[in-house]
């Protein structure tokens, strides 16, 4: 089977960002290290005319590189780029650009040394290859390690979506452990007891359901409320406060109203006041 090229190596941005740095790059390396003696190419120059005429070749230089990669982007639309394809268009590049730089040498034979035709293709090609696959050796390396970050950072959120799902789920096992129901905690209401039994009010599909289990309120507010936004506000209660809809003080005491059709309003009593205020504060921020 053949190898495929990432699509991140073709993609609009990266091939912007690789023509400009690979641009940049080649006007460092040619002006500051003058590779190959290229300097004595132009011996009777000054610094600036070398400086002139090398970035001239390199900057119209990189017209090839603009086209080149406007043909990629073109082709890529609809296919996928195997890597014998890359291979390819890359030395197509470093052809073309010897050869740019080869005719452009032609054009102005009196302010070089006399060198032979062959002579000039053979050196613009060790050059061309150079300015060109060192950054993209380079940029294929970062785009690759941007890329894997991205993936990590997009699997480590699904993972953590995923985490904050099973989260939202409260478990209700019975008095032996068992588990008997878990119940989405957006749609978990208020929970109720009489003696060793439990009720669970909740929503189902906008419906008012309730589940009865046998194990003590005691049981659940020690083990479900701390990490939830449930709360003991009664004897005979723990309620959802991410359900309650208003918190109201009459005559008869303080009740709590919850956002669902037809459920009862639940009583907060003066022993658990406090600790529903408190938590209240918490999941209203």
Same mark, same amino acid.
């Given at each position: 089977m053949q190898s495929k090229i990432p699509p991140y190596m073709y993609q609009k941005s990266n091939v912007i960002q690789l023509i400009l740095l690979t641009a940049a790059f080649a006007l460092l390396f040619i002006n500051i290290f003058q590779p190959f003696n290229s300097r004595n190419w132009y011996p009777n120059i000054s610094e600036f005319k070398y400086f002139f005429f090398s970035s001239l070749i390199i900057l119209t230089g990189m017209l090839v590189l603009v086209v080149s990669r406007l043909i990629m982007l073109r082709? =890529?639309?609809?296919?996928?780029?195997?890597? $014998?394809?890359?291979?390819?268009?890359?030395?197509?590049?470093?052809?073309?650009?010897? *050869?740019?730089? =080869?005719?452009?040498? *032609?054009?102005?034979?009196?302010?070089?040394?006399? #060198? +032979? /035709?062959? +002579?000039?293709?053979?050196?613009?090609?060790?050059?061309?290859? $150079?300015? /060109?696959?060192?950054?993209?050796?380079? /940029? $294929?390396? *970062?785009?690759? $390690? #941007? +890329?894997?970050? #991205?993936?990590?950072?997009?699997?480590t959120k699904t993972e953590a979506e995923h985490v904050n799902v099973r989260r939202n789920l409260i478990a209700f096992p019975d008095e032996k452990g068992e588990l008997k129901i878990s119940i989405d905690q957006e749609n978990l209401l208020y929970v109720d007891s009489s003696d060793n039994y439990a009720t669970i009010h909740y929503l189902n599909k906008s419906k008012l359901s309730h589940y009865l289990l046998r194990n003590s309120l005691k049981w659940i507010e020690e083990n479900l409320t701390n990490e939830t936004s449930l709360v003991r506000c009664h004897r005979s209660f723990i309620v959802n406060l991410d359900k309650v809809k208003v918190l109201r003080k009459t005559k008869d005491g303080i009740f709590l109203e919850m956002d669902a059709l037809n459920a009862p309003d639940i009583p907060v009593s003066k022993t658990y006041y406090q600790r529903v205020m408190d938590k209240f504060s918490k999941y209203s921020v």
């Open positions: 082709y =890529t639309r609809n296919s996928e780029l195997y890597v $014998w394809q890359f291979a390819l268009h890359v030395f197509g590049e470093i052809v073309f650009t010897s *050869l740019f730089y =080869t005719i452009f040498s *032609l054009y102005f034979p009196h302010i070089g040394a006399e #060198r +032979e /035709l062959l +002579e000039i293709f053979v050196q613009s090609s060790k050059n061309t290859a $150079w300015v /060109l696959l060192l950054p993209y050796s380079i /940029l $294929w390396l *970062l785009f690759s $390690w #941007r +890329e894997k970050n #991205r993936l990590l950072e997009k699997i």
